[in-house]
């Protein structure tokens, strides 16, 4: 999996791009997620449109995210997420514990 990252506004926008299957993949998006943390930034919107794939391992990783967020006072939301992860999401119950939004401008007033 590769990414892309910035800042905007203190919320950290993230671009996953390929799949979210395997431990390995997510190791470097909880680095740079760290990095952010270390500087009090705590704010992650995921731009999931061009994630193709995600398992029981890459739903960890964004489950990581979340909880670390949240115990901060930041949140993370998920937005563009196509058809076959928001299925995974509601059949998993996780559609109630992220914030999902239709588009970036939508996730980024939901902060």
Known sequence: MEFKHRLENQI????????????????????????????????????????????????????????????SGGDVVLANLPANIQNLLLITKLNSIFKIANSLEEGKNMF
């Open 12 to 71: 950290v926008l993230i671009e996953p791009v390929g799949n979210l299957i395997g431990e390995q993949d997510g190791i470097p998006l909880i680095d740079i997620c760290n990095e952010y943390f270390s500087k009090d930034i705590n704010k992650f919107l995921v731009d999931m449109k061009e994630l193709r794939h995600i398992n029981s391992s890459g739903l960890g990783v964004l489950i990581t995210l979340l909880t670390r967020s949240r115990k």
